[in-house]
């Protein structure tokens, strides 16, 4: 993300978001709720340090898993709700029933928009969903459901949020809750900086299901990426899906296309870096995992069901460098006389690796276009970013294996999300590895990591056939006709320069092949260009640093990080 090259130029300032609405969740990546004008509904997870009050009715909790291991879902439609320090939700129906709490007995109520009382806690541990309230004096006469189930945040790991409105629903799950206070949620969408997000159309609605091209920040990092679509259908003969601008930044792409894919019954099809499929007909999980304390962390990591691993961030101090990064080892059963690996990794950035991409930008000032500028051919500025990439790992993670000869480089995971954590799969060299054991370690920066599943497939590639397929219909929210735009990737860019923006597109789906299971993966090429209030001196000082002291980037990024926290937290308690 780095090149040390200052010039003189002008950036426009930030245009102000005008057309999404956010419900969001204090601290490692604050998240989340949006009201989008389509509706969406899915299940992700992403990590938080502290969980504010919820502010209006429409931020449910679906759930949440404990620090213990427990795992408890709320029964519908009454969903739970955080009230000060604790998650109160229903676990089992509950009955209708009217209550008298004295105003002195009142620890909290929760107002929606309307400023009408639709939750309370009491000071005597015992909360309400409130259905109606009458005050007379200084009784609060309350008809409505007492809640079964009230879990102090301290104890709660993972929180599965749910948003409903008229507009949308979005049904999501965040996680790694450390160190609770209360408080507002508060409008963070400003904390993303990522790239378009792309709905796949069910058969019912539109469904979020990936942000290609994370990290490309400007035309000369432009990037191809392909993704797999999750929840794409066919729906009369078509795959539809819906591309939108969501952040504050101009978005540029320059070719979408689907790449179908019909494979085997019974395996995985998904994308190298490079589009090459792979087939996984026999991934196996980790045997063993744990942290660089010892810690077992298999059942973060173990499957793919969103339950991430992320760093303690409570536990780590800027100041030491053994706290700025994590030590991971994934220990994996192994053919003795197997050569290569594929190795799927299920992962991505969180959204403080996405806020700091912008800060990183904004260290160049006014000079920052020219910087960009300076990206768009070879030369020093790509080579210097390259090697800051590969040595900070901040949004490429190396690959390490052990060997005879001691741990050695296979690779880099690359990094995308923080809304999407992509199934990807990369190919490891394993003619120096004998044994009957695989032993890969990772070295995640503090803060900028979360990591859902990962295993390894031996077998071989299995025949599949596959069509890259061009769309028959693009228009966008203006009725405009753009479908040439994406034929190629050829600089003839299709752009949505404002919050808000967005676009369908329709595929031709073809054929069925007897026998075989269907992948459809998107093949997405472009890039972005955020917002930015570009101003001042360039900060030479600190960019210096960032290329001649290894470990100084995740260092600036962490106490930005803490400083960041420490500042929200005061604002909250005001």
């Not at 989008?36 to 938080?48: A, F, N, R, V």
Request: hydrophobic share 40%; glycine share 6%.
């Amino acid at each position: 993300m780095i090149s040390l090259w200052c010039y003189k130029t002008n950036i426009s300032t930030g245009r102000e978001i005008m057309r999404t609405k956010i419900v969001a969740l204090v601290t490692l990546a604050v998240f989340l709720f949006f009201e989008w004008s389509c509706t969406i509904y899915t299940t992700k997870k992403y990590p938080l340090a502290d969980l504010g009050e919820a502010q209006t009715v429409k931020a449910q909790i679906a759930g949440v898993f404990l620090k213990s291991g427990e795992e408890i879902r709320f029964v519908k439609p009454r969903f739970g709700r955080v009230i000060k320090d604790f998650v109160v939700a229903f676990t089992q129906s509950a009955p209708l029933s009217r209550v008298t709490i004295r105003s002195e007995d009142v620890r909290s109520a929760i107002s929606d928009a309307r400023e009408e009382v639709r939750d309370i806690l009491t000071k005597d541990g015992k909360a309400y969903q409130v259905q109606s309230l009458k005050k007379k004096n200084d009784l609060w006469m309350v008809e409505g459901f007492a809640y079964d189930r009230i879990i102090p945040l301290a104890e709660v790991e993972l929180v599965y949020i749910r948003k409903v409105d008229s507009a949308a629903t979005f049904l999501v799950t965040i996680g790694g809750i450390a160190g609770v206070v209360g408080g507002v949620f508060l409008i963070a969408m400003l904390m993303k900086e990522s790239c378009p997000f792309i709905y796949s159309y069910d058969g019912t609605t539109y469904v979020f299901d990936a942000e290609p091209y994370g990290g490309a920040t400007s035309e000369g990092v432009k990037r191809t990426e392909w993704c797999g679509l999750q929840y794409l259908k066919e729906v009369g003969g078509e795959y539809r899906i819906k591309i939108t601008n969501e952040v504050d930044e101009t978005q540029y792409t320059d070719e979408l296309k689907l790449l179908v894919v019909d494979h085997p019954a019974g395996t995985k099809a998904v994308a190298e870096e490079d589009g090459r499929v792979r087939t996984l007909s026999d991934p196996r999980p980790p045997i063993r995992a744990v942290d660089g304390r010892g810690r077992d962390i298999l059942p973060r990591v173990v499957r793919n069901d969103e339950i991430f691993w992320i760093t303690k961030t409570d536990e780590k101090n800027p100041d030491r460098k053994e706290d700025l990064r994590d030590e991971l080892l994934f220990e994996f059963p192994k053919p003795a006389v197997a050569r290569t690996a594929k190795l799927l990794f299920n992962g991505c950035n969180t959204l403080w690796a996405s806020q700091m991409v912008k800060r990183f930008l904004e260290l160049y000032g006014a000079d920052v276009s020219k910087t960009y500028e300076a990206l768009r051919s070879s030369g020093p500025a790509r080579e210097m970013r390259q090697a800051f990439n590969d040595r900070e790992e901040l949004y490429r993670l190396q690959i390490w294996v052990e060997t005879p000869s001691g741990w050695v480089k296979k690779g880099q995971v690359v990094g995308g999300g923080p809304f999407v954590s992509e199934d990807r799969v990369y190919v490891i060299d394993l003619a120096d590895v004998p044994g009957d054991i695989l032993r890969i370690k990772l070295f995640p920066p503090a803060a900028f990591w979360m990591i859902n599943h990962l295993a390894v497939d031996y077998t071989p590639d299995l025949p599949i056939q596959t069509q890259e397929i061009e769309a028959i219909r693009a228009v966008d929210d203006m009725g405009r006709d753009f479908r040439q735009d994406l034929a190629a990737t050829d600089g003839r860019y299709f752009v949505m320069p404002n919050t808000g923006d967005w676009a369908k597109i329709a595929y031709p789906a073809p054929p069925r092949v007897g026998g075989l299971e269907r992948t459809v993966i998107l093949k997405a090429s472009g890039y972005y260009d955020i917002h930015l209030l570009a101003a001042g001196p360039c900060r030479m000082d600190i960019l210096t640093r960032f290329l001649a002291e290894p470990g100084f980037a995740v260092q600036y990024s962490f106490r930005e990080f803490l400083k960041w926290q420490a500042e929200t937290l005061a604002q909250l308690k005001k």
